[in-house]
Protein backbone atom coordinates (compact mmCIF):
# COMPACT_ATOMS: atom_id res chain seq x y z
CA UNK A 1 0.00 0.00 0.00
CA UNK A 2 1.87 3.39 -1.29
CA UNK A 3 1.83 6.01 1.36
CA UNK A 4 2.72 9.65 0.20
CA UNK A 5 3.04 13.17 2.47
CA UNK A 6 0.75 15.51 0.82
CA UNK A 7 1.68 19.11 1.43
CA UNK A 8 -2.21 20.17 1.15
CA UNK A 9 -3.28 18.32 4.62
CA UNK A 10 0.21 18.57 6.09
CA UNK A 11 -0.22 14.32 7.02
CA UNK A 12 0.46 10.86 5.27
CA UNK A 13 -2.35 9.39 3.60
CA UNK A 14 -3.05 6.13 1.20
CA UNK A 15 -2.74 7.43 -2.47
CA UNK A 16 -5.69 6.52 -3.96
CA UNK A 17 -5.74 7.37 -8.15
CA UNK A 18 -8.65 9.81 -9.15
CA UNK A 19 -9.39 7.43 -12.05
CA UNK A 20 -8.58 4.35 -12.68
CA UNK A 21 -6.64 3.70 -15.88
CA UNK A 22 -3.82 6.11 -15.28
CA UNK A 23 -2.02 8.44 -12.73
CA UNK A 24 -1.59 12.28 -13.85
CA UNK A 25 1.69 13.51 -12.51
CA UNK A 26 3.50 17.41 -13.20
CA UNK A 27 6.94 17.83 -12.26
CA UNK A 28 8.39 21.72 -11.89
CA UNK A 29 11.00 21.44 -14.11
CA UNK A 30 13.92 24.02 -14.53
CA UNK A 31 14.65 27.69 -16.31
CA UNK A 32 16.44 27.13 -18.87
CA UNK A 33 19.31 29.57 -18.36
CA UNK A 34 22.31 28.01 -17.06
CA UNK A 35 23.80 24.68 -15.93
CA UNK A 36 22.09 22.58 -13.60
CA UNK A 37 23.84 21.67 -10.24
CA UNK A 38 23.54 18.69 -8.06
CA UNK A 39 21.26 20.57 -5.81
CA UNK A 40 18.61 20.72 -8.98
CA UNK A 41 19.64 17.32 -9.60
CA UNK A 42 18.25 15.97 -6.21
CA UNK A 43 14.67 16.76 -7.12
CA UNK A 44 14.20 15.43 -10.48
CA UNK A 45 15.99 12.36 -8.54
CA UNK A 46 13.02 12.42 -5.68
CA UNK A 47 10.80 12.63 -8.47
CA UNK A 48 12.09 9.74 -10.62
CA UNK A 49 11.56 7.52 -7.30
CA UNK A 50 8.16 8.52 -7.57
CA UNK A 51 7.16 7.66 -10.74
CA UNK A 52 9.90 4.39 -10.43
CA UNK A 53 7.63 3.61 -7.21
CA UNK A 54 4.01 4.00 -8.60
CA UNK A 55 5.26 1.65 -11.40
CA UNK A 56 6.34 -1.22 -9.29
CA UNK A 57 2.84 -0.71 -7.92
CA UNK A 58 1.60 -1.21 -11.16
CA UNK A 59 0.50 2.11 -12.03
CA UNK A 60 -0.18 3.22 -15.59
CA UNK A 61 1.51 7.13 -15.65
CA UNK A 62 1.02 10.15 -17.89
CA UNK A 63 4.01 12.54 -16.42
CA UNK A 64 4.43 15.73 -17.89
CA UNK A 65 8.01 17.64 -17.27
CA UNK A 66 7.98 21.09 -17.85
CA UNK A 67 10.98 23.42 -19.25
CA UNK A 68 10.63 26.98 -17.84
CA UNK A 69 12.12 29.36 -21.07
CA UNK A 70 10.40 32.27 -20.87
CA UNK A 71 8.97 34.73 -17.70
CA UNK A 72 10.75 33.19 -14.57
CA UNK A 73 12.30 36.59 -13.25
CA UNK A 74 15.08 36.53 -10.83
CA UNK A 75 12.68 37.51 -8.23
CA UNK A 76 9.97 34.88 -7.43
CA UNK A 77 7.79 38.11 -7.51
CA UNK A 78 7.53 39.95 -10.05
CA UNK A 79 10.90 42.30 -10.32
CA UNK A 80 13.87 41.72 -11.68
CA UNK A 81 15.44 40.62 -15.02
CA UNK A 82 14.37 37.94 -16.57
CA UNK A 83 16.54 34.98 -16.21
CA UNK A 84 16.74 33.94 -19.74
CA UNK A 85 17.23 37.65 -20.65
CA UNK A 86 20.56 37.34 -17.62
CA UNK A 87 22.03 34.12 -18.88
CA UNK A 88 21.79 35.87 -22.88
CA UNK A 89 23.72 38.67 -21.46
CA UNK A 90 26.34 36.87 -19.63
CA UNK A 91 26.92 34.40 -23.07
CA UNK A 92 27.14 36.96 -26.16
CA UNK A 93 24.08 35.27 -26.73
CA UNK A 94 19.75 35.71 -28.16
CA UNK A 95 17.60 34.13 -25.33
CA UNK A 96 16.45 31.46 -27.89
CA UNK A 97 20.04 30.14 -28.22
CA UNK A 98 20.37 30.41 -24.11
CA UNK A 99 17.59 28.53 -23.40
CA UNK A 100 18.17 25.94 -26.58
CA UNK A 101 21.36 25.40 -25.08
CA UNK A 102 20.89 24.40 -21.67
CA UNK A 103 17.66 22.26 -22.88
CA UNK A 104 19.70 19.99 -24.54
CA UNK A 105 22.55 19.90 -21.52
CA UNK A 106 19.47 19.50 -19.14
CA UNK A 107 17.72 16.38 -21.04
CA UNK A 108 21.66 15.41 -21.33
CA UNK A 109 22.18 15.43 -17.59
CA UNK A 110 18.84 13.44 -16.83
CA UNK A 111 19.75 10.92 -19.07
CA UNK A 112 22.89 10.52 -17.17
CA UNK A 113 20.91 10.44 -14.34
CA UNK A 114 18.86 7.44 -15.51
CA UNK A 115 15.58 9.64 -15.54
CA UNK A 116 12.78 7.87 -16.93
CA UNK A 117 11.79 10.05 -19.70
CA UNK A 118 8.67 12.00 -19.31
CA UNK A 119 5.74 11.41 -21.49
CA UNK A 120 5.46 14.82 -22.56
CA UNK A 121 8.60 17.43 -22.04
CA UNK A 122 6.99 21.24 -22.45
CA UNK A 123 8.08 23.99 -23.51
CA UNK A 124 6.96 27.11 -21.88
CA UNK A 125 6.69 29.49 -25.27
CA UNK A 126 4.67 26.71 -26.78
CA UNK A 127 1.91 27.28 -24.87
CA UNK A 128 1.49 30.86 -25.38
CA UNK A 129 -1.63 30.58 -26.69
CA UNK A 130 -2.94 28.66 -23.70
CA UNK A 131 -1.85 31.42 -21.22
CA UNK A 132 -3.64 33.96 -23.15
CA UNK A 133 -7.10 32.37 -22.97
CA UNK A 134 -6.41 31.54 -19.32
CA UNK A 135 -5.92 35.49 -18.50
CA UNK A 136 -9.17 35.57 -20.68
CA UNK A 137 -11.11 33.53 -18.65
CA UNK A 138 -9.60 35.10 -15.28
CA UNK A 139 -10.53 38.42 -16.13
CA UNK A 140 -14.02 37.58 -17.40
CA UNK A 141 -14.68 35.28 -13.75
CA UNK A 142 -13.37 38.66 -12.25
CA UNK A 143 -10.24 37.52 -10.56
CA UNK A 144 -7.67 39.83 -12.49
CA UNK A 145 -7.11 43.68 -13.08
CA UNK A 146 -4.78 45.74 -15.13
CA UNK A 147 -2.19 47.91 -14.13
CA UNK A 148 0.80 50.07 -15.91
CA UNK A 149 3.24 46.84 -15.96
CA UNK A 150 0.76 43.89 -16.38
CA UNK A 151 -2.63 42.17 -15.54
CA UNK A 152 -2.75 41.22 -11.52
CA UNK A 153 -4.08 38.43 -10.00
CA UNK A 154 -6.51 39.54 -7.37
CA UNK A 155 -5.93 37.26 -4.34
CA UNK A 156 -8.69 38.88 -2.40
CA UNK A 157 -11.13 37.71 -4.80
CA UNK A 158 -10.01 33.35 -3.99
CA UNK A 159 -10.82 33.42 -0.46
CA UNK A 160 -8.42 29.82 -0.24
CA UNK A 161 -5.51 31.51 -1.29
CA UNK A 162 -3.56 31.59 2.00
CA UNK A 163 -4.80 27.83 2.54
CA UNK A 164 -1.93 25.99 1.06
CA UNK A 165 1.31 27.52 1.93
CA UNK A 166 -0.57 28.75 5.66
CA UNK A 167 0.50 32.30 4.45
CA UNK A 168 -0.23 35.17 6.95
CA UNK A 169 -1.91 37.64 4.17
CA UNK A 170 -2.49 40.47 7.04
CA UNK A 171 1.31 40.45 7.92
CA UNK A 172 2.24 40.34 4.30
CA UNK A 173 0.33 43.31 3.69
CA UNK A 174 1.83 45.36 6.68
CA UNK A 175 5.09 44.96 5.67
CA UNK A 176 4.13 45.68 1.97
CA UNK A 177 4.39 49.42 2.03
CA UNK A 178 7.74 49.94 0.16
CA UNK A 179 8.68 46.33 -1.60
CA UNK A 180 5.26 46.60 -3.46
CA UNK A 181 3.71 48.45 -6.29
CA UNK A 182 1.17 51.24 -5.42
CA UNK A 183 -0.61 49.70 -8.48
CA UNK A 184 -0.95 46.29 -6.68
CA UNK A 185 -4.28 45.97 -4.53
CA UNK A 186 -2.72 43.31 -1.94
CA UNK A 187 0.70 42.64 -1.57
CA UNK A 188 -0.08 38.99 -2.41
CA UNK A 189 -1.36 40.28 -5.72
CA UNK A 190 0.95 38.89 -8.83
CA UNK A 191 1.10 39.37 -12.58
CA UNK A 192 0.13 36.59 -14.72
CA UNK A 193 0.88 38.42 -17.67
CA UNK A 194 3.69 40.91 -17.72
CA UNK A 195 3.73 43.92 -20.52
CA UNK A 196 6.97 45.42 -21.71
CA UNK A 197 7.37 48.93 -22.10
CA UNK A 198 9.29 50.97 -24.97
CA UNK A 199 13.00 50.93 -24.89
CA UNK A 200 12.50 48.14 -22.53
CA UNK A 201 15.04 44.86 -23.72
CA UNK A 202 13.00 41.75 -23.87
CA UNK A 203 13.42 39.68 -26.63
CA UNK A 204 10.90 36.89 -26.01
CA UNK A 205 7.41 38.95 -26.84
CA UNK A 206 4.26 38.53 -27.89
CA UNK A 207 1.19 40.68 -28.29
CA UNK A 208 -1.86 41.06 -25.96
CA UNK A 209 -4.57 43.33 -25.23
CA UNK A 210 -2.91 45.49 -28.12
CA UNK A 211 0.88 45.83 -26.20
CA UNK A 212 4.00 43.47 -26.84
CA UNK A 213 4.51 41.39 -23.14
CA UNK A 214 4.80 37.60 -21.87
CA UNK A 215 3.13 35.09 -19.36
CA UNK A 216 4.22 35.89 -15.52
CA UNK A 217 6.06 32.54 -14.43
CA UNK A 218 3.54 30.34 -12.64
CA UNK A 219 0.88 31.03 -15.50
CA UNK A 220 3.02 28.52 -17.79
CA UNK A 221 2.14 25.25 -15.57
CA UNK A 222 -1.56 25.79 -15.06
CA UNK A 223 -1.44 26.59 -18.82
CA UNK A 224 0.68 23.44 -19.63
CA UNK A 225 -1.87 20.96 -16.75
CA UNK A 226 -4.65 22.44 -18.27
CA UNK A 227 -4.25 21.25 -21.98
CA UNK A 228 -1.75 18.16 -21.02
CA UNK A 229 -2.95 16.23 -17.85
CA UNK A 230 -6.60 18.29 -17.02
CA UNK A 231 -7.60 18.95 -13.58
CA UNK A 232 -7.72 17.78 -11.60
CA UNK A 233 -4.48 15.60 -11.09
CA UNK A 234 -2.72 12.92 -9.21
CA UNK A 235 0.23 14.43 -7.83
CA UNK A 236 2.38 17.53 -8.43
CA UNK A 237 5.61 17.42 -7.26
CA UNK A 238 8.48 20.46 -6.98
CA UNK A 239 10.69 21.92 -4.12
CA UNK A 240 10.15 23.56 -0.64
CA UNK A 241 10.59 26.64 -2.25
CA UNK A 242 7.56 26.64 -4.46
CA UNK A 243 4.96 26.44 -1.40
CA UNK A 244 4.59 29.64 -0.80
CA UNK A 245 4.77 31.56 -3.85
CA UNK A 246 4.97 29.65 -7.38
CA UNK A 247 2.51 26.33 -6.12
CA UNK A 248 -0.04 28.72 -4.48
CA UNK A 249 -0.45 30.75 -7.49
CA UNK A 250 -0.67 27.84 -9.74
CA UNK A 251 -3.79 26.81 -7.61
CA UNK A 252 -4.86 30.10 -7.39
CA UNK A 253 -5.13 30.37 -11.46
CA UNK A 254 -6.63 27.22 -12.24
CA UNK A 255 -9.40 27.67 -10.10
CA UNK A 256 -10.11 31.32 -11.36
CA UNK A 257 -9.53 30.21 -15.00
CA UNK A 258 -11.32 26.59 -14.81
CA UNK A 259 -13.30 26.25 -11.58
CA UNK A 260 -11.01 23.11 -10.37
CA UNK A 261 -9.04 22.46 -8.24
CA UNK A 262 -5.27 21.60 -9.64
CA UNK A 263 -4.08 18.25 -7.84
CA UNK A 264 -5.45 16.09 -5.07
CA UNK A 265 -1.75 15.03 -3.59
CA UNK A 266 1.11 17.70 -4.03
CA UNK A 267 4.99 16.50 -2.82
CA UNK A 268 7.73 18.43 -1.98
CA UNK A 269 11.48 17.56 -1.18
CA UNK A 270 13.84 19.85 0.73
CA UNK A 271 17.41 21.29 -0.42
CA UNK A 272 20.45 19.75 0.14
CA UNK A 273 23.53 21.89 1.41
CA UNK A 274 27.51 21.55 0.77
CA UNK A 275 29.79 21.59 3.77
CA UNK A 276 26.69 22.93 5.74
CA UNK A 277 26.43 25.62 3.22
CA UNK A 278 23.64 27.09 1.16
CA UNK A 279 24.19 26.59 -2.81
CA UNK A 280 25.90 29.48 -3.86
CA UNK A 281 27.88 30.79 -6.53
CA UNK A 282 29.36 33.00 -4.65
CA UNK A 283 30.58 30.49 -2.39
CA UNK A 284 32.08 28.26 -5.63
CA UNK A 285 29.98 25.23 -4.54
CA UNK A 286 27.69 24.83 -7.88
CA UNK A 287 29.09 21.22 -8.67
CA UNK A 288 27.66 20.26 -11.67
CA UNK A 289 28.04 16.14 -12.95
CA UNK A 290 31.36 17.24 -14.73
CA UNK A 291 32.54 18.14 -11.74
CA UNK A 292 32.05 15.46 -9.71
CA UNK A 293 33.22 13.10 -12.96
CA UNK A 294 36.64 14.87 -12.75
CA UNK A 295 36.92 13.88 -9.28
CA UNK A 296 36.17 10.32 -10.18
CA UNK A 297 32.28 10.16 -9.40
CA UNK A 298 29.60 9.22 -12.12
CA UNK A 299 26.17 10.25 -11.76
CA UNK A 300 25.28 6.87 -10.42
CA UNK A 301 27.30 7.56 -7.13
CA UNK A 302 25.28 10.89 -6.80
CA UNK A 303 22.37 9.61 -7.08
CA UNK A 304 23.59 6.77 -4.81
CA UNK A 305 24.13 9.56 -2.29
CA UNK A 306 20.62 10.95 -2.33
CA UNK A 307 18.63 7.57 -2.11
CA UNK A 308 20.57 6.98 0.85
CA UNK A 309 18.74 9.83 2.57
CA UNK A 310 14.84 11.45 2.32
CA UNK A 311 13.35 13.45 0.19
CA UNK A 312 11.77 15.31 3.04
CA UNK A 313 14.88 15.87 4.63
CA UNK A 314 17.83 18.50 4.35
CA UNK A 315 20.96 16.52 3.58
CA UNK A 316 24.44 18.07 4.03
CA UNK A 317 26.74 16.72 0.47
CA UNK A 318 30.60 16.32 1.53
CA UNK A 319 32.68 14.54 -0.60
CA UNK A 320 33.52 12.01 2.22
CA UNK A 321 29.82 11.11 2.51
CA UNK A 322 29.89 10.97 -2.05
CA UNK A 323 32.88 8.50 -1.29
CA UNK A 324 30.85 6.25 0.64
CA UNK A 325 28.24 5.55 -1.64
CA UNK A 326 30.62 5.06 -3.95
CA UNK A 327 31.73 2.15 -1.77
CA UNK A 328 28.45 1.14 -1.29
CA UNK A 329 27.20 1.15 -5.13
CA UNK A 330 30.63 -0.94 -5.98
CA UNK A 331 29.63 -3.34 -2.84
CA UNK A 332 26.31 -4.00 -4.53
CA UNK A 333 27.40 -4.50 -8.04
CA UNK A 334 29.99 -7.02 -6.03
CA UNK A 335 26.90 -8.91 -4.61
CA UNK A 336 25.40 -8.85 -8.03
CA UNK A 337 28.77 -10.68 -9.51
CA UNK A 338 28.44 -13.08 -6.53
CA UNK A 339 24.60 -13.90 -7.82
CA UNK A 340 25.89 -14.65 -10.79
CA UNK A 341 27.94 -17.01 -9.49
CA UNK A 342 24.81 -18.62 -6.77
CA UNK A 343 22.89 -19.18 -9.56
CA UNK A 344 24.74 -21.24 -11.66
CA UNK A 345 25.49 -23.16 -9.06
CA UNK A 346 21.38 -23.47 -8.50
CA UNK A 347 21.11 -22.24 -5.05
CA UNK A 348 17.58 -20.84 -4.71
CA UNK A 349 17.26 -17.79 -1.82
CA UNK A 350 14.44 -15.85 -0.51
CA UNK A 351 12.89 -12.92 -2.52
CA UNK A 352 13.31 -10.25 -0.39
CA UNK A 353 11.66 -7.25 -3.21
CA UNK A 354 8.75 -7.08 -1.42
CA UNK A 355 10.03 -5.92 2.12
CA UNK A 356 12.51 -3.36 0.01
CA UNK A 357 8.84 -2.16 -2.17
CA UNK A 358 7.43 -1.75 1.32
CA UNK A 359 10.04 0.74 2.74
CA UNK A 360 9.89 2.97 -0.40
CA UNK A 361 6.01 2.72 -0.47
CA UNK A 362 6.29 4.06 3.07
CA UNK A 363 6.84 7.77 1.41
CA UNK A 364 9.08 7.39 -0.72
CA UNK A 365 11.64 6.03 2.43
CA UNK A 366 14.64 5.31 -0.06
CA UNK A 367 16.96 5.32 3.13
CA UNK A 368 14.82 2.54 4.85
CA UNK A 369 15.42 0.81 1.54
CA UNK A 370 18.70 0.94 1.00
CA UNK A 371 18.73 -0.49 4.84
CA UNK A 372 16.80 -3.64 3.77
CA UNK A 373 19.01 -4.36 1.05
CA UNK A 374 22.33 -4.17 3.06
CA UNK A 375 20.71 -6.29 5.89
CA UNK A 376 19.25 -8.93 3.62
CA UNK A 377 20.45 -11.76 0.93
CA UNK A 378 18.95 -10.78 -2.63
CA UNK A 379 18.53 -12.48 -5.46
CA UNK A 380 19.63 -11.69 -8.83
CA UNK A 381 15.82 -11.20 -9.64
CA UNK A 382 15.69 -8.96 -6.55
CA UNK A 383 18.73 -6.97 -8.03
CA UNK A 384 17.13 -6.23 -11.49
CA UNK A 385 13.41 -5.17 -9.38
CA UNK A 386 15.83 -2.84 -7.37
CA UNK A 387 17.66 -1.52 -10.89
CA UNK A 388 14.10 -0.62 -12.09
CA UNK A 389 13.40 1.03 -8.48
CA UNK A 390 16.11 3.22 -8.48
CA UNK A 391 18.14 3.19 -12.02
CA UNK A 392 21.35 2.72 -10.84
CA UNK A 393 22.37 0.88 -13.97
CA UNK A 394 23.42 -1.66 -11.24
CA UNK A 395 22.75 -4.84 -13.69
CA UNK A 396 24.01 -2.72 -16.73
CA UNK A 397 26.77 -2.06 -15.40
CA UNK A 398 27.34 -5.50 -13.61
CA UNK A 399 26.80 -7.41 -16.93
CA UNK A 400 27.32 -11.49 -16.26
CA UNK A 401 30.81 -12.63 -16.68
CA UNK A 402 31.87 -15.06 -20.22
CA UNK A 403 32.11 -18.81 -19.68
CA UNK A 404 35.33 -18.83 -20.85
CA UNK A 405 36.09 -16.26 -17.85
CA UNK A 406 34.30 -19.05 -16.00
CA UNK A 407 36.52 -21.79 -16.94
CA UNK A 408 39.47 -19.67 -16.29
CA UNK A 409 38.18 -18.88 -12.59
CA UNK A 410 38.05 -23.08 -11.98
CA UNK A 411 41.68 -23.71 -13.71
CA UNK A 412 42.89 -21.27 -11.05
CA UNK A 413 40.73 -22.70 -8.53
CA UNK A 414 41.89 -26.53 -9.50
CA UNK A 415 45.90 -24.81 -9.56
CA UNK A 416 45.12 -23.86 -6.41
CA UNK A 417 43.67 -26.62 -4.90
CA UNK A 418 47.12 -28.41 -6.15
CA UNK A 419 49.38 -25.81 -4.70
CA UNK A 420 50.63 -24.62 -8.12
CA UNK A 421 50.89 -20.98 -7.47
CA UNK A 422 52.61 -20.26 -10.43
CA UNK A 423 49.99 -21.37 -12.53
CA UNK A 424 47.52 -19.77 -10.29
CA UNK A 425 48.88 -16.16 -10.62
CA UNK A 426 49.31 -16.16 -14.70
CA UNK A 427 45.43 -16.98 -14.44
CA UNK A 428 44.78 -14.53 -12.04
CA UNK A 429 46.78 -11.90 -14.36
CA UNK A 430 44.90 -13.00 -17.16
CA UNK A 431 41.27 -12.50 -15.56
CA UNK A 432 42.94 -8.72 -14.11
CA UNK A 433 43.54 -7.86 -18.01
CA UNK A 434 40.21 -8.60 -18.70
CA UNK A 435 38.73 -6.48 -16.00
CA UNK A 436 37.91 -9.01 -13.43
CA UNK A 437 39.22 -9.81 -9.98
CA UNK A 438 38.97 -13.01 -7.85
CA UNK A 439 38.34 -13.05 -4.03
CA UNK A 440 39.58 -16.12 -2.36
CA UNK A 441 37.49 -17.85 0.43
CA UNK A 442 37.30 -20.51 2.30
CA UNK A 443 36.19 -22.90 -0.24
CA UNK A 444 35.59 -21.26 -3.30
CA UNK A 445 36.64 -17.92 -5.67
CA UNK A 446 34.07 -15.10 -6.00
CA UNK A 447 34.83 -12.69 -8.64
CA UNK A 448 33.89 -9.06 -9.43
CA UNK A 449 35.04 -6.10 -11.30
CA UNK A 450 37.87 -4.53 -11.02
CA UNK A 451 36.84 -1.44 -11.14
Not at 46 to 67: E, G, P, Q, S
Not at 106 to 112: E, G, K, N, S
Not at 153 to 158: E, I, L, M, R, V
Not at 310 to 321: L, V
Request: hydrophobic share 35%.
Amino acid sequence: MLKLYNTASRKLETFKPLLPDVVKVYTCGPTVYNYPHIGNLAAYTYWDLLVRTLKANNYNIKRVLNLTDVGHLVSDGDTGEDKLEKGALREGLSVWEVAERYIKIYLDYYRDMEFLPADVVARATDYIDEDMKAVDLMTEHGFTYETSDGVYFDTSKFDKYADFAKLDLTGLQAGARVEFSDEKKNAADFAVWKFIHEGEKHEMRWDYRGRPGYPGWHLECASIIHKELGEPIDIHTGGIDHIPVHHTNEIAETFAAYGHDLSRFWMHCDFITIDGQKISKSLGNTYTLDDLNERGFSPMDYKMWLLSGHYQGTRNFTFESLEASKQRRLNWRARIAECYQIKRQKTEERCVFDEILAAVNNNLNSAEACAVIEQSNLTLDDWKKVDDLFGLRLIADTPDITAEDYDLISKRQAAREVRNFKESDEIRDELLKRGIAVRDTADKAIWYYNI
